[in-house]
Nanobody, 121 residues
Framework: QVQVVESGGGLVQTGGSLRLSCVAS????????MSWYRQAPGKERELVAS????????NYADSAKGRFTISRDNAKSTVWMQMNNLKSEDTAVYYC??????????????WGQGTQVTVSS
């Protein structure tokens, strides 16, 4: 049974920081690109950051560059996203995504239930 579980969301003031965590179980973690998406009320879900299965490369949305950092530890089946200098427009539900990119895992796609991040001014 595959489970993708996010944690670390909450309420923070403008300029503050949060660290989101995502633990994936039931999959061979090293075979998956891991990504963070977010969805604000009334808006479509958007990609925030992603990291390759071996952790060698990362990709960020323009809105996240310079403020957010994605990282992973394959031994712990965990991906994190450090979010600094948070802005009100970062308020959203943040989702962790696992996408298979190796062998029989290719094309598998799993989502977490989301964690709420609220940035207040």
């Amino acid at each position: 049974q595959v489970q993708v579980v996010e944690s670390g969301g909450g309420l923070v003031q403008t300029g503050g920081s949060l660290r989101l965590s995502c633990v994936a179980s039931g999959i061979t973690f090293s075979g998956y690109v891991m990504s963070w998406y977010r969805q604000a009320p009334g808006k479509e879900r958007e990609l925030v950051a992603s990291i390759t299965n071996d952790g060698s490369s990362t990709n960020y949305a323009d809105s996240a560059k310079g403020r957010f950092t994605i990282s992973r530890d394959n031994a712990k089946s965990t991906v994190w996203m450090q979010m600094n200098n948070l802005k009100s427009e970062d308020t959203a539900v943040y989702y962790c995504n696992a996408r298979g990119v190796r062998g029989l895992m290719w094309g598998n796609n799993y989502w977490g239930q989301g964690t709420q991040v609220t940035v207040s001014s």
